[in-house]
């Protein structure tokens, strides 16, 4: 740790490149980190920071550049070397074992001995206690990781990470999972960490908590590098349009100045709970109308899966009414949501959105193989499903070889137009689409957003929940922030500016 | 009367005990072993072979055990390094290894089902001076072969290694978050591996208790299902070695009841029933306990 | 509506595979004990499958492993891991035994109808616990099932030893069907039965019922990917629980067809494991319908060969049961599909 005080770089790249096939993931990209520092990466999804922070902790290498440790290039042959130098990272997805206590799962692997090769508990209880001491935080050691909160869980990698004597730690959207008292908390930590001279890299597209936070920023987009700046530099208008860019918005939808009178989808007091029993989401009241699209804007973690998960019928709400055409369809199953007319596009493609192993006609016609047209008295007819199927994947421009090809052949802008052409082919009332145009190119995305606006056009209605501000402002007629799980402003399209929206996403007033 | 009964109940748990303990750590390190069946019953057979061969104890337990271990290891081998599906390959090995045996007996011996050889030394049983006396304790305790202290004997060890021991946290962890013991370093599947050969061990321990310790000779039929009932045991347990030998011993009580039982209006049939069905009942109050959780929200 | 797969010859290869290296361990297993490994495999496959009279043996052997491999195959291909259909045959074959005696005087178009029927409503109604636990409060069906086989081999075995035992009967057995019960058979003087006919059209109607039915597709689905199949609309527990109760049906009848058809009487002990068996069966088989059917053609000329040929040779016929349990062994290793998961907790 002592003899990282004197360099100028504890951490960094120079000029950097990363390429997955014809994709450029990191492009050239210099990074400077001073040691003793909280140093942020920002920057939306695909803009590279996840790669850049796997090269760093040596899981992935660089395909041109290298990586700087104390201001000397080097070649880290592994997530072990990277460790051994004194660099880990906390994923966002914990690495522990839940019916362990929190100090078996802290000194995992690196098990203090004592007498007669047991394990000694007690320099491990001391251990454990200097390591809390130093971060600020109370622990109880004794109980099970299944048993602890969520921050607790963040705060016992982070100390795993001490104890195994980092002291460069990458944090990967800490806060992402976290209230905002805790927050706090964990903004805390980061400084004491930083008094006693470590170096924490954090990533988040999290704004707020990056402009208190940091001490430099760095922002990212498509790979490259376009901003390095303090928080004293800059203000976070600034640095959400360095995220998003000036150049490549998708272009707007022409909003619609009219819709139905009477609300097609109207959800009172919605209170839903994540799978785990955590209430995430409500109450809240949401009206969705014939002839509009509605965005929700929001960081993901801040009710938008409960909010989808209800407004699809995929799962039971906890308390309130969903009223839908006039008939409430309150709890009622995912069957009877589809047949009521509430299509659904899944923002996770590959394990909701399609099956891929299956073929995809079988992917076209699951959900409606026993209706007619599709079979008649139980048997499929073939016949009727191809003609169907080709219509719709024409009417998508989808590219395939045959029907019967499994849907993974497919690219993955393809995949995500089969999903589509699925789903609009039910002719649904209301369409759910939950980041639409993942993973799709920009001629994609544009095509996407089109056949969306004609949906709308034919009296469609549309809850759109996308984190990419821009595809909020380009389709939405109404845009309605989401945090904390609580609605917290709503604009129209005339009104939104990126800074708006963004101010609504961080639980801000609009105006 | 009641000291003989209770002291048969404690020799037919013995069986079911160490089989349980083996198949818990197992289980703790990842690995459900169906196959213990087939663990104990070549136990079995090597013990009675190796102890009238050399007329030696000693060698016959060590025999035992090493037919139990090697067919562990075979198994976790199967089941960790090609990926195959751990009940259907205990399964198979029961019904492969039953076949082998068997096989083994005609082609060997030119006996068919039983196996009894002249010259097997049986596992000895010992008084405890002071012991024996006590009532219903002593009957309990003293008069047992050193299997039977050995099986009881572990049950708080293997309760010491797991919490207090590295290889213990290990175990347990890689039998709970396999990913994360590979993040820090470990290797997973060569400590699930281990696992499989101590739960082979001891089912093969357990197997020459039921032959050289109670019977004398081999039968074809000689563990009866007991691997089975060992499974129900360390379910019942649910990785706590105490629950686990309470569940153990539940089951040998009932085995011996349910001897002593026969003829007065109790069928054995349905009394065996019960270790499954306690299992199944543990599964679903698990199951409601669960559902219950989620659905009141925790933190 | 087959999902794009490997091509065939590679399912073909996987699939043999298993039964060549089975026959490698058994074939060291044979050199051991002093036999000719190639002479033993020679005189076995003459045995099964030479001349009418063997051909008629062995697909006798394979008329209960049909239905059982069907059974697995119906559950695994939605997903559930259904090894419970030991304990469905036992049952099923328990009540056509008793059916079979008790309604003596029924005539025989009534009478096999009604008794197959109950089987196989028994061998249903009893998966639907383990259906529910599973579906209701996600319980591992694996073990649930697995110890109902055992409680229900205890129960006939209580049954068949108590009130049921026929009088002046040695084993544990029950009377005799009648003869108007019996199933008719193909073949005199084989044994080959009528069940044969029946196990094999079920196991034929599997394969159309898969193909060409929305039930098919959509039970393929959930076990495919339960969660696309739920947000696509399909009631996954409701398929989940009539597949599970569809796969105890035809346990149950598997049982009943060998009441009827060959052993005429239920015993103790009466299936040497043919539900286990039916469960190497559907994996190997890969689920389809002509997998399973020439799985158990397979397996039942292994059977059946080992049983003669322990006349003809000092081979002991557990040679067939090394075999078998090899196959179990390596039918999921590697090429294996099992299920989701090789070596993690349950």
Not at chain 3, 267 to 289: D, E, K, M, Q, W
Request: aromatic content about 6%.
């Amino acid at each position: 740790m002592t003899e990282a005080a004197g360099v100028r770089i504890r951490v960094g790249a120079r000029q950097l490149s990363r390429r997955f096939g014809p994709v450029v993931a990191v492009d050239r990209v210099d990074f400077v980190v001073a040691p003793g520092t909280i140093h942020a990466v920002v920057g939306g999804n695909g803009a590279g920071k996840s790669t850049l922070m796997r090269i760093l902790q040596g899981v992935d290498r660089p395909d041109e550049g290298s990586v700087i440790l104390n201001d000397a290039p080097v070649r880290l042959t592994g997530p072990a070397d990277a460790f051994a130098r004194g660099i880990g990272m906390v994923h966002q997805e914990f690495m522990l074992a839940p019916p362990l206590t929190l100090l078996e799962n802290l000194i995992l692997a690196h098990e203090p001995l004592g007498r007669g090769g047991l394990i000694d508990w007690r320099a491990a209880r001391a251990e454990a206690d200097r390591l809390a001491k130093i971060a600020g935080v109370a622990i109880d050691w004794r109980s099970r990781v299944s048993d602890a909160p969520v921050h607790v869980r963040q705060v016992l990698e982070i100390l795993r990470l001490l104890y195994r004597g980092v002291d460069v730690l990458i944090l990967d959207e800490p806060t992402a999972v976290l209230a905002p008292a805790q927050v706090t908390e964990l903004i805390a930590l980061m400084r004491r960490l930083k008094g006693e001279g470590r170096t924490i890299l954090f990533i988040s597209h999290k704004l707020d908590e990056v402009m208190r936070a940091a001490d430099a920023i760095t922002v990212m987009r498509a790979g490259r590098v376009v901003a390095t700046t303090t928080p004293a530099e800059t203000d976070k208008a600034r640095l959400a349009r360095a995220m998003v860019g000036e150049a490549v918005e998708p272009a707007r939808i022409e909003t619609r100045a009219r819709r139905a009178a009477a609300p097609l989808f109207a959800a009172k007091g919605l209170v839903a709970r994540d799978p785990g029993g955590v209430q995430r989401l409500g109450p809240i009241d949401l009206e969705v109308h014939a002839g509009e699209i509605v965005g929700v804007a929001g960081v993901s973690g801040n009710g938008q899966d409960e909010l989808v998960a209800s407004a699809a019928g995929l799962r039971p709400i906890a308390s309130g009414t969903i009223v839908f055409a006039g008939t409430p369809i309150t709890n009622a199953s995912t069957g009877r949501f589809r047949s009521a007319g509430i299509g659904y596009l899944s923002a996770d493609r590959a394990e909701e959105g399609l099956c891929l192993v299956a073929s995809i006609r079988d992917n076209f016609v699951a959900g409606r193989e026993g209706e007619p047209p599709f079979s008649r008295r139980g048997f499929l007819r073939p016949a009727a499903i191809d003609d169907r199927a080709k219509s719709a994947m024409a009417k998508l421009s989808v590219r395939y070889r045959r029907l019967t090809d499994a849907a993974r052949s497919l690219s993955g802008g393809n995949q995500q137009r089969v999903v589509i052409a699925r789903e609009f082919d039910r002719e649904p009332k209301l369409l759910v689409a939950t980041q639409p145009t993942r993973g799709v190119d920009i001629s994609g995305i544009a095509f996407i957003h089109q056949r969306i606006a004609e949906f709308r056009d034919r009296e469609g209605a549309v809850l759109l929940i996308s984190e990419e501000i821009d595809e909020i402002l380009a389709l939405s007629d109404r845009i309605i922030g989401l945090y904390g799980g609580i609605v917290v402003g709503e604009l129209r399209r005339a009104e939104a500016s990126v800074e708006k929206v963004g101010r609504m996403m961080l639980g801000q007033k609009a105006a | 009367m009641i000291d003989l009964f209770l002291h048969a109940a404690m020799l037919m748990t013995t069986p079911i005990l160490l089989t349980a303990i083996g198949g818990m750590v197992n289980r703790i390190g990842g690995l459900v072993n169906i196959g213990l069946e087939s663990m104990m019953l070549a136990g079995a057979l090597a013990a009675v072979e190796v102890s009238a061969a050399t007329g030696s104890v000693g060698a016959a337990l060590a025999a035992a055990l090493a037919a139990g271990a090697i067919l562990g290891l075979a198994m976790s081998l199967v089941v960790t390094r090609l990926c195959a599906n751990e009940i259907i390959v205990g399964l198979g090995f029961n019904v492969a290894v039953a076949g082998l045996v068997r096989f083994l007996l005609k082609s060997a011996y030119g006996v068919s089902g039983t196996f009894n050889p002249p010259g097997v030394v049986m596992l000895a049983r010992y008084d405890l001076p002071v012991v024996k006396e006590i009532p219903v304790f002593g009957a309990v305790v003293s008069g047992q072969d050193c299997l039977t202290w050995f099986a009881w004997f572990m049950v708080p060890i293997t309760a010491f290694v797991l919490h207090r021991t590295r290889i213990g946290l290990r175990l347990r962890a890689t039998g709970s978050a396999e990913a994360t013991v590979r993040a820090v370093g470990l290797k997973p599947l060569n400590i699930r591996d281990a696992s499989s050969v101590f739960a082979g061990a001891m089912a093969g321990l357990a197997g020459a208790h039921l032959s050289i310790g109670v019977v004398g000779l081999f039968n074809e039929g000689i563990t009866g299902g007991r691997g089975f009932i060992a499974l129900a045991a360390f379910y019942f347990g649910r990785g706590s070695p105490a629950r686990t030998a309470l569940g153990a011993a539940l089951f040998g009580f009932f085995d011996a009841a349910q001897i002593r039982l026969q003829g007065r209006g109790i069928p054995a049939e349905l009394v065996q029933t019960l270790p499954y069905i306690i299992v199944i009942v543990v599964l679903v109050g698990l199951g409601f306990a669960d559902v219950g959780r989620s659905r009141e929200g925790v933190v | 509506m087959v999902a794009a797969f490997a091509a065939p010859f590679w399912r073909v290869a996987a699939a043999a595979a298993p039964f060549a290296l089975a026959a490698c361990i058994g074939a060291a297993v044979l050199a051991a004990t002093g036999h000719d490994p190639l002479a033993v495999y020679r005189l076995m496959v003459e045995e099964a499958f030479g001349g009418q009279r063997r051909i008629a043996a062995t697909l006798t052997a394979a008329t209960p492993l049909l239905l059982t491999g069907l059974a697995a195959a119906i559950a695994f291909r939605a997903g559930i891991f259904n090894v419970g259909a030991e304990g469905c045959f036992y049952l099923g074959g328990l009540v056509a035994a008793v059916l079979g005696y008790v309604m003596a005087s029924w005539p025989s178009m009534l009478l096999i109808p009604i008794a197959l029927g109950a089987a196989a409503i028994v061998g249903g109604v009893w998966l639907i616990g383990p259906a529910l636990a599973r579906t209701r409060l996600g319980v591992d069906e694996v073990v649930t099932t697995l110890m109902l086989n055992f409680i229900a081999v205890d129960i006939t075995s209580w049954l068949v030893n108590g009130p049921l035992l026929a009088r002046g009967s040695a084993n544990s057995a029950t009377l005799p069907i009648a003869a108007g019960a019996e199933l008719p058979r193909l073949l005199p003087p084989t044994t080959l039965h009528l069940g044969f006919v029946i196990s094999l059209a079920l196991v034929a109607l599997f394969g159309l019922w898969e193909r060409l039915t929305a039930a098919g597709l959509r039970s393929q689905m959930v076990g495919l990917n339960p969660r696309f199949s739920r947000a696509v609309g399909i009631d996954v527990p409701a398929t989940l629980l009539s597949m599970m109760i569809a796969s105890g049906l035809i346990g149950g009848l598997a049982g009943a067809i060998h009441v009827l058809g060959l052993v005429h009487r239920f015993v103790a002990g009466f299936s040497p494991g043919y539900g286990f068996t039916g469960i190497a069966i559907a994996v190997l088989g890969r689920n389809s319908a002509i997998g399973v059917a020439v799985g158990a053609v397979l397996f039942g000329a292994l059977s059946s060969a080992g049983a003669t040929i322990q006349l003809f040779s000092d081979v002991p016929i557990e040679i067939v049961e090394i075999l078998q349990g090899a196959v179990m062994i390596f039918a999921v290793a590697k090429f294996g599909a099992g299920r989701r998961r090789g070596a993690a907790p349950a």
